[in-house]
């Protein structure tokens, strides 16, 4: 078979006498080549050289057809993931709303009969009007990803408090110290995990008082999310519960530390720990 002047110059500058070319097939069509090469003058490849080499081919093929598919059902279980969020945002916010409505409704009603109530009537209005928003936000992320890759993780934090109080009423401090720029990746795992732990709030805790706390030290970032609630016992979570092992597998995939601190009847604590040097988990002092 004639060469092409680039890949004769190659072969040449390599001092490769002969060589062999192999298809890697995947499902009847050829995906690539593997090239078996000497530089042995007058080296031919005989049958068991070619049986040998079709059979690491025919291997190679397999391993990047499962990479493939692996790499297919991460992605579409990505995406049943955003759908997910984003159903329960749809519903979330449409219930918000519907709430504030019922109250500006009645707020007239309210002021007839007693002037002092429309104060706390207004502030919960208030709350409810800015969760709804911060839902639509949050909504907004799932849908073009994108956006989320280019908020700071303090304002998707805040983002977050804001509609865990339009939800619940319950009064949520965001505290961010320093700045540090990380990877999307990163922040984007933190986002989530932070996310999980607030719909858990939300759903199980019973709290009065939230807070969240985010720290940029000089080599890791810090966040710590607290409840009052009721608490449990985290080693005795039900399997179909999947919040803390998903929090766990997203600090697990960007080399986070995450720690969960709870009790029956007490408080919940969730710390997680990034290492700014390359992301990578090592004994914290």
Same mark, same amino acid.
């Given at each position: ?44 490849? *005989?049958?068991? %050289? #070619?049986?040998?080499?079709?059979? @690491? &081919?025919?291997?190679?093929? !397999? ?11 991460e992605a579409a ?100 110290? *320093?700045?540090? %720029? #990380?990877?999307?990746?990163?922040? @984007? &795992?933190?986002?989530?995990? !932070? ?61 986070a530390a995450l ?27």
């Open positions: 078979m004639p060469l092409s002047d680039p890949v004769r110059e190659f072969l040449v500058q390599r001092n490769v006498q002969s060589v062999m070319l192999v298809p890697l097939v995947i499902r009847g069509s050829a995906v690539g080549l593997m090239s078996v090469a000497s530089d042995q003058p007058g080296r031919l490849f *005989g049958a068991n %050289d #070619v049986r040998l080499a079709e059979t @690491i &081919a025919t291997d190679l093929a !397999a391993a990047i057809e499962s990479a493939r598919l692996l790499e297919q059902a279980a990505t995406e049943e993931e955003r759908s997910r969020l984003a159903r329960d945002l749809h519903d979330s916010v449409t219930q918000t709303i519907y709430s504030a409505s019922l109250i500006a409704e009645a707020l007239p009603r309210v002021w007839e009969r007693n002037p002092e109530q429309v104060q706390g009537n207004v502030t919960t209005l208030l709350q409810l009007i800015r969760g709804a928003l911060a839902e639509m936000r949050t909504l907004l992320f799932e849908l073009r990803p994108a956006a989320l890759e280019e908020a700071s993780l303090g304002r998707l934090l805040h983002q977050l408090g804001d509609v865990l109080t339009g939800r619940t009423q319950t009064p949520v401090e965001v505290t961010v110290q *320093g700045e540090m %720029d #990380v990877p999307a990746e990163v922040k @984007i &795992a933190l986002y989530r995990i !932070a996310q999980e732990a607030f719909n858990n709030i939300t759903k199980h805790a019973r709290a009065t008082q939230v807070t969240a706390t985010l720290q940029h030290l000089p080599d890791r970032l810090l966040l710590t999310i607290q409840d009052d609630g009721r608490g449990f016992d985290p080693d005795s979570i039900p399997a179909e519960r999947m919040g803390l092992r998903i929090m766990r597998e997203r600090a697990e995939r960007i080399g720690t969960v601190e709870s009790a029956p009847g007490r408080r919940t604590r969730i710390v997680v720990v990034w290492l700014a040097d390359d992301g990578r988990q090592r004994p914290i002092r």
